[in-house]
């Protein structure tokens, strides 16, 4: 087979050495028949042909050079179009190795095949591989050869790997953490970027760029998912997992500290647990462990732990704690479950309308009617508070209202007041203190147009007098 090439390499030189002759006659390379051994070309000029003499003007290339990135397994298509082609012939170069002459292919790789056309050819290139990077030539067989350049670009999907090839850092808080991940394969170089999964990173951003980054101080705010993404442009980015798992001590967060509810209601006490190894939890009410049962039913779903009172009833009341312990520590956190009223939500505006009383208005809700409303208020550097009790009115269903105008108060002062409401159960506990300002009654300075007559009867004397003793110097002059 090499013999076979090699005899077809002696060929083609030996087909360039004529081309001398050609072009001296204004003839491509051999004659029509492309029979270079015949007779007919060992007899003398008179015999030759007047189809023989023929002058061919040098083909011009249609075809524009092609600088081309493919993705790696691509096609690569490579046109080489002539405006005339007849009796001529076309060379295919990779570099300085032949790929084919005419319509023939030198290059055996059976991904390389030849697509002919009227006035030339495209060369094809099936599953495109790192190894088909270069400069294409196509050259058509003249005496000073006219060629077209293709140039192509291998892209190479990126990978990446986490560091380590583990996916998993455990620190503790307070420790420095590097997280990076490294490129192993992808051209041209892809962009990397970070970011955590289902939110953002714990500075704020969306996504850091980079191989490497480093938390100097962690803390159970780090922890998570963290996504290295390669890009180079080659379909969708590579990904790899790195997680952050930072130990620490359990803390819990609580939906509500006081749940008002009624006999006969269903209740649900929740505890949401941070917790790095995993915790273990236990529930007690008023101070003694408490287990799933007919009317409790203990459960949780990741770190949401939930108490359930199926069928709450008087005795149900109480505070109910949710206890959290690891091998860093502990927490605990209570929820008081009451039939007493919630606190109330007042309504009215902190910025009082007037200088020495302010209307106070407020809701409640509770499950059984309140009845009367306490109210409590006094200036905020004073210590003693004043009490006020009021009937509440019902607005609608489990809502009552309450309004209370408090009186001689001081202006330009910040008061503070707070309302407690009594319902079957009793008076829960004040709420939230409310804080309001009465009314600043410093007047405003008054405008020329608003001078009375009285005040503007000097003002005229003065004039008058200033007019009369001008008008005399002047008759004196």
């Keep these: 087979m090499h013999f076979l090439v090699k005899e077809f390499i002696l060929l083609v ?28 070309d060992y007899e003398d000029d008179s015999a030759m042909s007047k189809e023989e003499n023929q002058i061919y003007a040098v083909p011009k290339f249609e075809s524009t050079s092609i600088n081309e990135l493919v ?37 055996k790789d059976n991904r390389y095949q030849l697509e002919s056309e009227e006035n030339g050819n495209t060369l094809v290139i099936s599953l495109a591989d790192q190894s088909d990077a270069g400069n294409y030539t196509c050259q058509i067989s003249t ?22 090839e583990s996916g998993l850092i455990v620190a503790q808080t307070g420790e420095s953490v590097t997280l990076a991940c490294q490129v192993t394969k992808g051209n041209p170089q ?15 951003e969306e996504f850091i760029r980079g191989l490497s980054f480093t938390y ?26 790195l997680k952050l798992d930072v130990q620490h001590a359990p803390e819990i967060d609580q939906d509500e500290t006081f749940i008002h509810t009624g006999e006969g209601y269903e209740t649900e006490i929740v505890c ?11 529930w007690l009410k008023d101070g003694f462990p408490i287990d799933s049962s007919a ?60 200088y020495d009383q302010y209307a106070l208005e407020w809701t409640a809700q509770s499950s059984t009617p309140i009845t009367h409303f306490k109210v409590q208020y006094k200036a905020e550097t004073d210590v003693q508070w004043t009490e006020a009790e009021i009937e509440a009115v019902n607005v609608d269903r ?24 009594q319902n079957s159960y009793g008076y829960n506990d004040y709420g939230e203190i409310f804080k309001f300002a009465t009314k600043d009654p410093v007047q405003k300075p008054m405008t020329a147009g608003a001078l009375s007559l009285v005040d503007r009867q000097p003002f005229r004397v003065v004039l008058i007098t200033l007019v009369s003793v001008i008008f005399a110097h002047l008759s004196s002059r």
């Design 71 to 107: 993705n790696e397994g691509g096609t690569i298509r490579l046109p080489c179009i002539v405006d005339r082609l007849e009796g001529f012939v076309l060379l295919w170069k990779k570099g300085d190795s032949i790929l084919a002459v005419g319509k023939q292919m030198v290059e």
């Design 295 to 354: 009317t409790n039913e203990i459960t949780h779903r990741g770190n949401r732990h939930t108490l359930l009172l199926r069928d709450v009833k008087e005795e149900s009341f109480g505070d109910y704690t949710c206890q959290a312990k690891n091998l860093h520590g502990e927490a605990e956190k209570t929820t008081r479950v009451s039939g007493k009223a919630n606190d109330v939500n007042f309504k009215s505006d902190p910025k009082g309308p007037n």
């Design 143 to 164: 005496f000073q050869p006219s060629e077209i350049h293709h140039t192509i670009k291998i892209r190479v999907r990126p990978e990446v790997v986490s560091i380590p």
């Design 13 to 40: 030189g030996f087909l360039s050495c004529l081309s001398t002759f050609a072009l001296v006659s204004a003839v491509p390379y051999g004659d029509t028949n492309n029979d270079i051994y015949s007779n007919d």
């Design 398 to 421: 489990e809502f009552y209202a309450g309004g209370y105008t408090l009186p001689q108060l001081r202006p330009a002062t910040v008061y503070m007041t707070r309302v407690a409401s």
């Design 272 to 282: 949401v647990i941070h917790s790095s190894p995993r915790a273990e939890v236990s």
């Design 216 to 241: 100097t101080s962690v803390s159970r705010h780090h922890s998570g998912n963290y996504i290295c993404s390669a890009d180079n442009g080659f379909g969708e980015p590579s990904e790899t997992t």
């Design 190 to 204: 892809p962009e990397v970027k970070w970011h955590r999964r289902e939110r953002k990173m714990p500075s704020g």
